[in-house]
């Protein structure tokens, strides 16, 4: 009878040892920082940037090259709305009950690094590049936070 | 004297900086339209000792061993997409009126030193920060 009462006992103090282990919740991180931000996700932008030829160039060449670079400084810009935002002011005014001016300023101010063009394509005079940025909280940090 | 002097210093700066470059650009597009550019590329004045970074590998081969900032200077165009994913600062100022609108975008590289080699008909540029 004792022999069964010591194996029990055991049994349920190893039980209790087993069970303690395995209900251990997850530790806090120990960064305060890396409460802040999700490091895992990494998220892709991607944004199609456009670009006219223009009329007045020494050849048809040299209008599509700069109709690119365009489209390119379009892309960017695209890309600086999406990861640092875009400030806008608009004002309206108004005389003898009806609208004599609207005006709505957008203006965008980034610096970005590592965007890749994907693909380029032209036609009717207008170049469009596709173009694309990965980028997590952890990239964010490595990249510009100095 | 004096020229004894400018020769000296133009034969150290060939010896120690004779490779290294400066590379910036600036381009300002409205409404969708190139209206103004800055290539700029420049041979390094002072000696740097950085980091190398390789950019990219281009199918560039210098067959008429021209000297090498005047044969970037005549590829700056291929060149240029290599440059792109380093610093890259945009300033944007779109306006919208009633009748019309104006879209102005600014691009700049920011000035980065590089330096380029030739091998097997390939150009390789290097970043050095």
């Known amino acids: 009878m004792n022999r069964w009462f010591m194996t029990l006992l055991a049994s349920l103090g190893l039980l209790l040892i087993v069970s303690g282990c395995s209900a251990k919740k997850d530790e806090p991180p120990k960064n305060p920082k890396d409460a802040m931000y999700d490091f895992s996700n990494e998220k892709s932008f991607v944004v199609y940037g456009e670009g006219i030829a223009p009329v007045h160039t020494v050849s048809p060449a040299q209008a599509v090259a700069l109709a690119k670079r365009a489209a390119i400084t379009d892309g960017y810009r695209q890309l600086g709305e999406k990861l640092y935002g875009v400030k806008i002011n608009s004002t309206d005014t108004v005389k003898d009950a009806m609208l004599k001016d609207s005006r709505v300023t957008a203006q965008v101010n980034a610096l970005i690094k590592d965007a890749a063009v994907t693909d380029a394509t032209f036609k009717d005079g207008l170049y469009s590049v596709r173009m694309e940025i990965t980028m997590s909280a952890r990239r964010w940090q490595e990249l510009f936070a100095y | ?129």
């Open chain 2, 1 to 129: 004297m004096a020229r004894t002097f400018c020769l000296l210093v133009g034969l150290a700066q060939l010896l120690y900086c004779g490779d290294v470059f400066w590379f910036s650009y600036k381009i300002v597009t409205v409404n969708s339209v190139v209206i103004h550019e800055e290539k700029n590329i420049a041979l390094a004045m002072i000696p740097y000792e950085g980091k190398k970074q390789i950019l990219c590998e281009l199918p560039l081969q210098n067959s008429a061993n021209l000297p090498k900032e005047v044969f970037l200077r005549k590829h700056y165009d291929t060149i240029l997409p290599c440059f792109y994913p380093l610093s890259t600062r945009l300033l944007s100022h779109n306006e919208q009126h009633i009748r019309h609108g104006n879209d102005r975008i600014e691009l700049v590289i920011e000035p980065v030193r590089f330096t380029v080699d030739f091998k097997d008909e390939f150009a390789t540029i290097n970043a050095i920060r």
